[in-house]
């Protein structure tokens, strides 16, 4: 008994030490968020899962995105997206906007005021340069915009704009966007 004692014992003592390390690593590698891709990882990427191209994609859209890199990565995730079915793209894209809009909502609001202000002054501005370059297309170009904003992508997306603008932006940040909805409303109607 004391030899097979003695083996159990040494099988016992690792395993009871281990299977409690091995539990929390387990626990810790599901709790944990992987650091997002760099753009340089993001274009060698050739294999993804929708969650990572939703992910990465609502990246590049938000406010705090190198511009310079942005269109590559952005082309790169779009080549990737496309090869997905299509209720699938619609949904990662749609989910990526969303996404992007509330992790952009996030970044304004720790933003001083004056740089949040500058940032919606900006977004003011191309909003007016939108309406115009719209305004002053031919109607066979119009045509084609509106053909796209009446897909069932875009009613998703704009569902999702009007949720964030009414439940999740306060009463101030709703004031200071009106200019830009009001601008992006008037861009709509002339299409």
């Known amino acids: 008994m004391n030899k097979r004692s003695a083996k159990?014992?040494?099988?016992?003592?690792?395993?009871?030490?281990?299977?409690?390390?091995l539990v929390a690593?387990?626990?810790i590698?599901?709790?944990?968020?992987?650091?997002?891709l760099s753009p340089k990882d993001i274009l060698a990427k050739k294999e993804w899962k929708p969650a990572e191209l939703r992910d990465c994609l609502s990246r590049t859209m938000q406010l705090k995105t190198d511009r310079e890199q942005r269109?590559?990565?952005?082309?790169?995730?779009?080549d990737q997206i496309a090869k997905l079915p299509k209720e699938e793209q619609t949904q990662i894209r749609t989910a990526a906007l969303k996404d992007a809009m509330e992790k952009s909502l996030e970044q304004l609001r720790v933003l001083?005021?004056?740089e949040r202000t500058n940032i919606i002054d900006k977004m003011k501005?191309?909003?007016t340069r939108n309406y115009q370059r719209i305004s002053n297309m031919s109607q066979s170009e119009k045509d084609k915009i509106r053909e796209r904003h009446s897909s069932s992508e875009s009613?998703?997306?704009a569902n999702e704009m009007n949720k964030i603008f009414a439940a999740k932006m306060t009463p101030e940040e709703r004031n200071d966007f009106w200019p830009i909805v009001e601008t992006w409303l008037k861009t709509m109607r002339e299409i």
């Open 155 to 157: 009613k998703a997306v």
């Open 29 to 36: 590698s599901l709790f944990t968020t992987r650091e997002p």
């Open 71 to 78: 269109r590559e990565v952005t082309k790169h995730l779009r």
């Open 112 to 114: 001083p005021k004056e």
């Open 125 to 127: 501005t191309q909003a």
């Open 25 to 27: 690593l387990v626990i």
């Open 8 to 21: 159990v014992k040494h099988i016992l003592i690792p395993l009871a030490i281990f299977l409690p390390l």
